[in-house]
């Protein structure tokens, strides 16, 4: 089984886009949207959802007014700035936006009028898919703890693929370098970024290329968009060579990619275009990658 | 007034916006430039500062003295992270899952923990032109970035306009950019993916309290559900920029397109204006 990871450091260079015409060139891969925080696979892969669950990973607490005796202990103790005091009553409340489920104030309440209190930060879902079966997940406005749910999603994801005898997963990753796209990286065969010749989107890439490092997990580029900056796109280009990195593809602008989406379909089941001509052959050489990688 | 400007979808011009509305406004308010976005930074690139003092950001994580420990376990008891661990008589740290909430230190009988800091990343902070200018950068490899977000918001200066540019996404690193703002911007694009996000960061910035209006950035592609969606939230649409090369191609020379004598800083200016008006 390979794990095909789709990330980018900055966000909206085309990663969903790309997952979504792999998902349709593999033709029976297991897909996971790990961005969990603005999920977004589903809309162009035509998911049915099968099955939900709750997913709650941490614990907030809460004040018992009535056992409270206002000695303002849990504020001072809260690192997290998360106990304020309401103006009128002299109530000590906890913002639980603010509240990171330590338990410090819980421990140190002398009155044991604190409790910690499991909390739904998301929702999980199994969906069917006309490429294959999808885990992905809804994380709650404003929560933390999105690392758990990525990795729950990819476990889950993994757990099918293997059970089936799935030959791909095809992961759609987070933007970012922090701790939602660590876990997605996490036993992943291999990283394709996706980029494109701006200059915050080169900036972006090469620091997720050293997270990649960082982790050991392989990683080639791709340039979408190749055609908005010829001087930037040869930059990457340079780059990628110098420091021993794979450039697998570029794809040029293409207003199809975008009325696919808006159709809710992957660009390479839309319409032949030289866009979706470059993805088809992109995937071909990922998947021919791979296949020698296993034999050698 | 503290802007915070944000999208649930990530490369929709937040950026972009936070950038022009800055220069447009520089020479009229005092203005301040905070970049949020730690883990991907890039406001840099257009407003080219120059930097005069970098800080190292560190978090506090547990340091045991074993020779006080009594391996009695409490600090292992108290720690929901699973950063603290006893086993028989050995104590092991994982300072990488240690959210620095100080329990262990607290709560340990012996006294046997104080606390010494793990670097997580900087804060730089430079002038452009007139502009205060202060970004984050998060380590490679680090994975908690909110309170590096909170070491760039002390400096925070609120008698002045002060601009924040906010990471992608609605969960933690959002919230502890936008917490607090007296206006969050949310710019998107008329596509199936920028409704899906702007409908979770609306819920975002309900959640925490700040008025928002919209942007719709290449406002001329895709459909019309984002400005229904709007309308039925009652959440104003401030500003469209319809799609346009020129611009596309400024951006990826990392060039501001609000410079001087350009039409482009009256536009951003009456963004300023209507967005005074609805907060």
Sequence with gaps: MYEIVIISGKGGTGKTSVAGCFAALAGNAVLADCDVDAANLH????????????????????????????????????????????????EFKIDPLSCEGCGVCFYTCPRQAISMKEAVSGRWFISDTPYGI??????????????????????????????????????????????????????????????EPTRSAIHDMKRVLQVCR???????????????????????????????????G??????????????????????????????????????????????G | MVISIASGKGGTGKTTIAVNLALSLNGQERVQFLDCDVEGPNAHIFLKPDFYYEKPVEIPVPAVDEARCSYCGRCAEVCSFHAIAVIKDHVLTFPELCHGCGGCIRFCPEKAITEIGRHIGVVRRGVAGEIDFVQGTLDIG??????????????IQRDQTVILDAPPGTSCPAVETVKGSDFCLLVTEPTPFGLNDLSLATHMVRK???????????????????????????????????????????YALGEPVAQSGSEWKAVFLRLFEDLQRVV
């Design chain 1, 43 to 90: 809309l162009i892969l035509g998911a049915k959802q099968r099955e939900a669950y709750e997913f709650s990973a941490s614990k907030k607490a809460e004040i018992h007014d009535a056992l409270c005796v206002r000695c303002g202990a849990c504020r001072d103790v809260c690192r997290f700035d998360a106990v304020s005091e309401t103006s009128e009553a002299g």
């Design chain 1, 134 to 195: 999808m885990v992905h997940a809804a994380l709650r406005a404003g929560e933390g703890n999105s690392g758990k749910l990525v990795t729950l999603v990819k476990n889950k994801a993994r757990e099918l693929a293997e059970a089936d005898g799935v030959r791909y997963v095809i992961t759609d990753g987070p933007p970012g370098v922090g701790c939602p796209v660590i876990a997605s990286l996490t036993g992943a065969t291999v990283a394709l970024i996706v980029t």
């Design chain 1, 214 to 248: 960082h982790f050991g997990v392989p990683a080639s580029v791709c340039i979408n968009r190749c055609d908005l900056s010829k001087e930037n796109t040869a930059e990457i280009m340079r780059y990628c060579h110098e420091e021993g990195i794979h450039v697998i």
């Design chain 1, 250 to 295: 570029e794809i040029p602008f293409d207003r199809a990619v975008v009325d696919a989406m808006v159709k809710g379909l992957p660009a390479v089941q839309y319409v032949e275009c030289e866009a979706s001509r470059r993805i088809r052959n992109m995937w071909e050489e990922l998947k021919t990658g791979l296949a020698e990688k296993s034999d």
């Design chain 2, 142 to 155: 680090e994975a908690i970035s909110p309170p590096l977000i909170k070491a760039v918001k002390r400096l």
């Design chain 2, 208 to 250: 925490l309290g700040v008025p928002a209006g919209v942007v719709i950035n290449r406002s001329d592609v895709g459909d019309g559900r984002v400005d229904r969606f709007c309308e039925e939230q009652g959440i104003p649409i401030l500003m469209r920029i319809p799609w346009d090369t020129r611009l596309s191609e400024l």
